[in-house]
């Protein structure tokens, strides 16, 4: 069997492609620019933007499931390409939003979107599965600097608070989905196995450098003006809006869910080891 990672250089898909190389799985990766990617050597690479459909149909040739990333303009053409080739499975990267559970999420920036492009992927009449994640723990790493140069935190609503999921966690739900049957049609709501306030964040990071770090609380206009320049203004509203309820109101956060451990029968990794094993980001 050979897979197609897409995102194959970035948190999620490097653990994908290290997963299925364990498994002796051929993989192939479409990614922007092989010079830096850095992948294993026995990687097939196939240089190309998502973007470019070209590029995506010669990855494409061959493989029998897909890992999808979610650049959005392109999903609705490479989930029928890939029923062009003849592929039996994708594995699209959503997001929590999409379930619409509050109405915070169905007002939310990126829920109509995230919606569409599930839609197009079952559509293409592909076995589908939909890995909706909830926040990253590497949104921490937005930290790095600040972190690195003055062991300080510059965030709002030190309160808020969600079930963070390590980007591993993730992955090996990915690759279980990928390689072995059973998770087709499965629409997965995927949490770390905590809520974690951005404090305990901090804290943990604190702990695993063994250095204090002070939380430095920003009103919502030092923050959203601080992230103007990287962050889209509707992303911006969405985290802005999430993190002021879960503030007010930790029982509005999006519950803790145990698909990490019901499809991968390991526990969900926690923040003090997410923290451990990307010290170097903040050393």
Known sequence: MAIL???AAGNIGRHIVSNALEAGTSVRALV??????QLPADVDVVPGDMTDLDAVRRALDGVEALYLFP????????????????LRTVVFLSGAWTAGLSLRDRESWTYAQYVEAEAAVEAAGLEWTMLRPGPFMTNMLWWSRSIKSERVVHAPYAAATCPAIHEADIADVATAALLEPGHAGARYMLTGPAQVSQIEQ???LSAALGEEITFDELTADQWRDSVGRFLR?????DLL?????????PASALPVHDTVQRVTDKPARTIGQWAQEHLDAFQ
Do not use: C, F, N, Y
């Open 241 to 249: 809006r999430d993190w002021s309820e879960t503030a007010a109101d």
């Open 32 to 37: 922007r620019r092989p010079a830096e990617a």
């Open 71 to 86: 650049v959005l303009d392109v999903v609705p053409a490479i989930a029928q390409l890939a029923r062009e080739a003849g």
């Open 202 to 204: 901090s804290q943990a």
């Open 5 to 7: 990672v897409t995102g």
């Open 233 to 237: 203004p509707g992303i911006a509203a």
